[in-house]
């Protein structure tokens, strides 16, 4: 039982190393500064929610077998092109698909460790899903 405490207490000690770098990596930083631009934009948010809305509004509607009239999806498109005309708007939108970026490889990296049993290598990490019901796409 003391093994396993141990073992626990090695693994978060080096999750908490790793969560460390992330933090201080220059990538992660700009990331941050973005997302914290984006939290200081009350129109940019305001966009954001109203465009999400939207988004959902339509997909709830064609998920339901209705039809989306051209003029939805116009009105659609040109708030979608407003908001990324916006630059702290888009800068919020890159931020975020970075950092998925960074949580689905760490994610793929731990997940492909626990599948075989030894850290993987680059040639593991090609190609292929990141396990069983993933789907990420790859």
């Known amino acids: 039982m003391e093994t396993n405490v141990q073992s626990e207490d090695v693994v978060f ?11 201080q990596a220059p990538q ?33 509607k064609q998920h339901q077998g209705l039809e989306l009239a051209p003029a939805e999806i116009s009105a659609f498109d040109a708030e979608r092109e407003a908001f990324f005309r916006n630059p702290t708007a888009r800068g919020f939108m890159e931020a975020q698909e970075a950092m998925h970026h960074i949580q689905e490889a760490v994610s793929q990296f731990v997940s492909k460790t626990f599948e075989l049993g030894r850290v993987p290598s680059a040639e593991d990490l090609e190609g292929g899903s990141c396990g069983p019901g993933c789907g990420c796409g790859h």
């Open 13 to 23: 000690q080096k999750t908490r190393e790793l969560c460390e770098a992330i933090v």
């Open 28 to 60: 992660f930083q700009s990331i941050r500064r973005q997302m914290d631009s984006f939290r200081a934009d009350a129109e940019a948010q305001q966009q954001y929610e109203t465009l999400s809305e939207k988004g959902r509004q339509l997909h709830q």
